[in-house]
């Protein structure tokens, strides 16, 4: 298994302004899935995209992901102060070891 | 959507005690569950991989004989962290796959153990 490098490692925004993290990886992949986790707790599946999607959905999130360059990014749109956590990708194939790398604190201000 | 039960949240224990966690999945059979741990402000690491009814996969530099996995059923792994130390203290989550398939991993909640 590989860990994505998310970017920004910090993002401070306010409230309906959108976000934008960003993902990277070094080999290939079967499938990429975004994960947030708030202090203290467990972390969430947010979506996951599979290497022949290029865009994917789900409510105000949008993810894309290009394989030729090895990246992901997710996008959420009109934020809200509930979205204040850490989000990391996971780059894999399946049945591989979820590993995870630094993460992005996304801060959203009322 | 599946739900990973992880007992208890908060444990507090003295030097040199063992402490058990608990990581259950409610509404499906998990196969695989990995376990993790996480220090303040700090990203996941991966310690180990546990498959039902086999030893455990290690990590490189975790200690097997100090953080002992146990995933005796479908439903159910354990850690056990023996002879606990307070560089030990830690938060420290499960996670487990589907047995039906699927690439996504069900977090449990985790669990803030402080060794005193």
């Known amino acids: 298994s590989q860990q994505g490098e998310e970017d920004p490692q910090a993002l401070s925004i306010q409230e309906g302004e959108n976000a934008t993290m960003n993902c990277s990886y070094k080999t290939s992949i079967n499938n990429l899935q975004w994960y947030r986790q708030n202090s203290g707790r467990g972390l969430v599946h947010l979506i996951l995209i599979r290497s022949n999607e290029r865009e994917k959905h789900s409510g105000r999130l949008r993810v894309t992901l290009d394989t030729s360059k090895k990246s992901s990014s997710l996008l959420i749109t009109a934020s809200r102060a509930a979205d204040t956590a850490s989000y990391f990708c996971a780059p894999g194939s399946s049945g591989s070891r979820l590993t995870f790398g630094e993460g992005t604190q996304l801060t959203v201000n009322p | 959507g599946a739900v990973v039960s992880q007992h208890p949240s908060r444990v507090i224990c003295k030097s040199g005690t063992s402490v058990k966690i608990e990581c259950r999945s409610l509404d499906f059979q998990a196969t695989t569950m990995f376990w993790y741990r996480q220090f303040p402000k700090q990203s996941l690491m991966l310690m180990a991989t546990?498959?039902?009814?086999?030893?455990?996969?290690?990590e490189q530099g975790v200690e097997k004989d100090k953080f002992l996995i146990n995933h005796a059923s479908l439903t159910l792994s354990t850690l056990t962290v023996t002879s606990a130390h307070p560089e030990d203290s830690s938060f420290y989550i499960c996670?487990?796959?589907?047995?039906?398939?699927?690439?996504?991993?069900?977090f449990g909640q985790g669990t803030r153990l402080t060794v005193v």
């Open positions: 546990s498959n039902e009814g086999s030893k455990a996969t290690y």
């Open positions: 996670s487990a796959r589907n047995r039906g398939g699927g690439t996504e991993a069900f």
